[in-house]
Every structure is written in C-alpha cells, then in structure tokens.
C-alpha cells in the first residue's frame, strides 16, 4: 500500500476527480435561453428586468455584442465554474467566428456570482477587469441585501467596460485572485484528462498529445498552463494504459470510440432536453458564438 507513494495516491485522486465528472446526476442541466434575463430565482422586480433587458437589446444593436443575465436558486451541488461554462456554451451568444459574447451568473444559494466571458471579448473584459466588476460593483450590493441593485450595476459595467467607458478605482486594480487562477488551472487539467481518454481510445499516444495540448491552451496564463498541460498528460497516459487504451487501437464493434464514458446530451432546466441554441419570446437567440472559461468569479 506504501508503495504507491506520491504518483500513485495522485493518479487516485485524478481518477476520482474523473468519476464524479463523468456522473451525469451530478451536472445541473442548461436552463432554456429564454431571454436577455433569464431569472429563475424570481430576485428581479418586473420593472428591472424589463430595464436590464432593454439596455443589453440596446447593446447589441449598438455593438452586436450579446450579453446575458442568468439567475439561478440554486446550483444543487454542481461546481460554478462547470456549470457556467456550460451556460455559455450552450446558449452560444455571441456572433459565430467573433465569439463576442458573455453571461453573468448568480446562484443564490451558494452565493457566488460568475461572469463568463467569449473569445471575441477576452481583450476588453479581462479576467482582471471581470473580477474588478464582481468585487466593486457587484459584492457590495449583495452583501447590503439588494440583489437588483447588484445585478443592474453588474450589468452597467460590464457593457460600460466592453464600449470603454468604464473606470475604476485606482486602488481596485488587481490581478485576478489566486482562488480564480487555481479553479480554472484545475478545469483545464479536468478537461484535458476527459478529451485525452477519449482520444486514447483510438490510440494512447493521440490521447496524451490532445490532452496535454487542450489543458495547455485552456488554462490561464503560461506558468499555470504548462503545468497543466504537463499534468494532463502524464495522466492520460498513464490512465489509458490502466484502462488498456494503448496504441493497439483495439476496437469495438467497428470503432475505437465505441464503450467511450461520456455523454453529449446538452439536457435542459429540469424539464427534457435542449440543444444548440434557444429563441425567447422576443426572437432572442445565441448566434454560435465560443466560450474558452475567460472571466472571473466572487461571493458575496
């Protein structure tokens, strides 16, 4: 038992990590994207929400820019920074090829926020900038007890921030936070461990590469992606061997992909499954824009 040392106790939490990954009952499903504001916890008076989504209509026009808004009761187990991505990636706002798009999330409950920003937007809304937003404008309302408060100034500034007119504090520029940094480090790793198996089951030598490659690419800033990226690997390599997904390219019925554990069911808010992208009552809809886990993220 001692003699699995470091290595081998690391490559056991990995391999923990990937099975409540892969579990399906663990993932909060995507709600529909309904509208520029989508509150599902009720935290909106009519009046604000209407306002909100008029302003980021507004936006739009203005920059074809999409913006969106999602407030949740709750996020019932499901990690934010997983569960956000997946907002972004299914709603799909931004123009396709652009990638201008972002969504800021609450959850109640847990009482964190997180702002997911697209590719085409990572140049004005940096992490930095993102993560100012959360703690200056957002954090201070919250904690007052006055969610719409928060939400509108939230709001406000990131579209302030994207059109440059917003300034800040002097004292509030800051680097992102370490807790920031280490998340998405972690989902990068995560990611890469999932895509790398899967590739391995063509060949495990094709798995690492992709693997070590995506973590590398997804991870923020050069130290922490190359660690990542390194991580990512060495794990994919050594658990695709466990698995016996070597370079044999054993197949099954006709495909090395075949017996793959992972799901490309997009689902939807507790009510059967969506996929693509959702048209509101207003005709609003993603426009096929991508999403590479830029942001930041708070509590309150």
Known sequence: MWLMGRAGWGLLVGWLWLTVLASPAEALEVPPLSGRVVDLAGALPSAVAEQLSSDLQAHE??????????????????????????????????R?????????LVALKERKIRLEVGYGLEGVLTDARSSQIIRNEIVPRFRAGDVPAGVTAGVQAILKTIEGTYSAPERSA??????????????????????????SRAHRGLGSVVGGGLAFLTAPWVMPALIAGAVSLVLVSV????????????RNNGSPFDGAWFSTQ??????GGFGGSFGGS????????????GGASGDW
């Open 61 to 94: 026009a203005k920059t074809s820019n999409q913006v969106a808004l999602l407030i949740v009761p709750s996020l019932e187990g499901d990690s934010l920074f997983d569960f956000s991505h997946r907002v972004a990636t299914t709603w799909k706002l931004g």
């Open 96 to 104: 396709k090829g652009i990638d201008n798009g972002a969504v800021l």
């Open 174 to 199: 800051a680097s992102p936070s370490f807790s920031d940094g280490f998340t998405n480090a972690t989902f990068a790793v995560i990611l890469g461990i999932v895509i790398g198996l899967f590739f």
């Open 239 to 250: 658990l695709s061997g466990l698995r016996g997904g070597g370079g044999s390219g054993r």
């Open 266 to 271: 997009q689902g939807g808010w507790r009510s």
């Open 282 to 293: 207003d005709g609003f809809s993603g426009g096929g824009g991508d999403f590479g886990g």
